[in-house]
């Protein structure tokens, strides 16, 4: 392309970076002169979070100790910090627990809502007593007239696993279709139906609302995963009637590497939400230490074991940033950063180099570009090395995640252009 094109674009990012209302979030992150588009695998640092975690170390736990448990409010903390989240995809307090992993929670979902499917209580007898079925490894009583799981084909290999594993343990049979095909395979036996809202490869994002509906429509229980969306774009829970649906806190919420994952279970299933994974933590009296099991009520039956207190409440500190900043001015300048780089890559990049398989419709698209080429690991590299930080996923996509609390326009146009001098 000529240097006056280039120029151009140039001015434009320029001028797209002074209007930029979510600008001035940039100078809340530990960051340098890389342009950093991986924030859809581990966000970036938040200025506030060294120093939260020194006092965490240091006093609390240093000084308090255990009785941080009340006076520093370690035992309300997953249930707080779920409360932080809420509104970033779009729930009411009190739905939402923090604690485990992403995979532990889908199990806990998943198995859930085959039991909700089929009319299963969390009063129910079947893995709360001290020898309940869950507990010995044998087949789970869940599975009644609905006997089927349907899961996003095209999902991120743990969520497939784990809903394989939530099918023999429910007596169900396991049906991995696209996310497209979803209205089409429901029937009366299905229970169960997981989906990514936003694809990890592609940065496809799927009709919440519509499948979510599809799903009801078919008396079945909706579990979405919203890794790749949760402070990137609006969710909706409770607008849409979402069921149950679980998430990480890593990636566009920047709580760092391995900080717990949420699981939110709509308000009106609480009370007959049954989790395969009854912890004392989740007991209604958890210090009455009984050999019974009785569900705690709201969202702390979500719950399991003790806390992960070092990393909740890195997360706790790192979602501060996010304080009085709309999700729908983020997904603005989500769609904006989108936008402008795949211009930037039409212009930089050799015709015939690259392929985006992201969408360009805006209503199908997450805040992720992935783009095909050949040899994309050593191109990946290559990128690395000249200081724009994506990351590859085999066996031929370039993937780019924009954060908008910390990407800037001139960034894109960089990573774009040095994209281009890899051809």
Known sequence: MSEASGESLRHRAAALDAADELAKLRAQFVLDDT?????????????????????????????????????????????????????????????????????????????????????????????????????????????????????????????????????????????????????????????????????????????????????????????WDLCHSAGALPVGLDEHGVDLAVGCTYKYLNGGPGSPAYLYVRRDHQPRFDSPLPGWNSHADPFGMSPDHTPAPGAVRGRVGTPDILSMLALEAALEVWDDVPVEAVRTKSLALTDFFLECVEAYVPGGAVESVTPSAHASRGSQVALRCAEAGDVMRRLIARGVIGDFRAPDILRFGFTPLYVGFGEVERAARVLGEMF
């Open 35 to 223: 342009v950093y588009l991986d924030g859809n695998s581990l966000g970036a640092l938040p200025r506030s979070v060294p120093g939260r975690i020194e006092d965490v170390v240091r006093r609390q736990w240093g000084s308090l100790r255990i009785r941080s448990w009340d006076e520093s409010g370690w035992w309300t903390a997953p249930e707080r910090i779920g409360d932080r989240i809420a509104p970033l995809v779009g729930a009411a307090a009190g739905q939402i627990v923090v604690g485990d992993s992403t995979s532990v929670n889908v199990f806990k979902a998943v198995v859930g809502a085959v039991r909700l499917a089929n009319g299963r209580s969390s009063g129910d007898s079947a893995g709360h007593d001290a020898g309940g079925s869950a507990g010995s490894g044998s087949q789970d009583s869940a599975a009644g007239t609905r006997d089927e799981i349907l899961v996003d084909a095209t999902t991120f290999p743990t969520d497939g696993y784990i809903a394989a594993s939530a099918a023999r343990l429910t007596g169900c049979t396991l049906r991995p279709v696209a996310p497209d095909e979803v209205p089409r395979a429901l029937s009366g036996r299905t229970a169960a139906v997981l989906l990514n809202h936003v694809d990890y490869r592609t940065g496809r994002l799927y009709d919440l609302p519509a499948l979510t509906a599809a799903v009801h429509a078919a008396g079945a229980v909706s579990v």
